[in-house]
């Protein structure tokens, strides 16, 4: 069974950056089939797709977040991650990591951050 | 960007009646509109792929349908179990978009 983890401070500083690690098993990120996933969810709100990394490297960001968004994959760890940088309030949300084919088929439980001085 | 447009926002049912969700897209998707269910405090977790497709271990109550721009949750039946926010999804373009979500809440 895939599951995955996300990992990483619940509370940044506005204007740092929020990292964030999403931990794979039961699959390899380097099998090519897959693009990774992140995925946020502000409090009360609806679902956002942030974008999502191939085990090659490339990457797809959503245009909004493009200019502060960078994803990579670490193959050794089975591990991807997501940088966000310029925090503000806005950016408060559950982040999800998930797997993607078309559809988001395995999802992590969700980490909460919050951007508070 | 595709839009998707989930009616209604809030769905209030009583126990073995049939709901049903909407999600209009701003554009053609083609079959590629999925649907997932979301519990409180849990990650969202995939009910239902390409339009109609049944998803392992997702009960049979479950179905969807459409084309082209307008889409249907269906849940016949309703268990208490059921109450949760539910969400479609467009992959046929980028950004991946989703629907504003849809409560159901169980009376």
């Known amino acids: 069974q895939v599951q995955l983890q996300e990992s990483g401070p619940g509370l940044v500083k506005p204007s740092q950056t929020l990292s964030l690690t999403c931990n794979v098993s039961?699959?390899?990120?380097?099998?090519?089939?897959?693009?990774w996933s992140w995925i946020r969810q502000r409090p009360g709100k609806g679902l956002e797709w942030i974008g999502y990394?191939?085990?090659?490297?490339?990457?797809i960001y959503t245009p909004s977040l493009r200019s502060r968004v960078t994803m990579s994959v670490d193959l050794s760890k089975n591990q991807f991650s997501l940088r966000l940088t310029s925090v503000t309030a806005a950016d408060t949300a559950v982040y999800y990591c998930?797997?993607?084919?078309?559809?988001?088929?395995?999802w992590g439980q969700g980490t909460l951050v919050t951007v508070s001085s | 960007e595709i839009v998707l447009t989930q009616s209604p926002d809030f769905l209030s049912v009583t126990p073995k009646e049939k709901a049903t969700i909407t999600c209009r897209a701003s554009?053609?998707?083609?079959?590629?509109l999925h649907w997932y269910q979301q519990k409180p405090d849990h990650s969202p977790k995939l009910l239902i792929k390409?339009?109609?497709q049944s998803i392992s271990g997702v009960p049979s109550r479950f179905n969807g349908g459409g084309t082209g721009t307008e889409f249907t949750l269906i849940i016949s039946g309703l268990e208490v179990e059921d109450a949760a926010t539910y969400y479609c999804?467009?992959?046929?373009?980028?950004?991946?978009?989703f629907g504003q979500g849809t409560k159901v809440e169980i009376k």
């Open positions: 998930a797997r993607y084919f078309y559809l988001f088929d395995f």
């Open positions: 039961g699959d390899s990120i380097n099998s090519g089939n897959y693009y």
């Open positions: 990394i191939h085990d090659t490297g490339s990457t």
């Open positions: 554009e053609p998707v083609g079959s590629s």
């Open positions: 390409y339009t109609s």
């Open positions: 999804h467009q992959s046929v373009s980028v950004p991946q978009t």
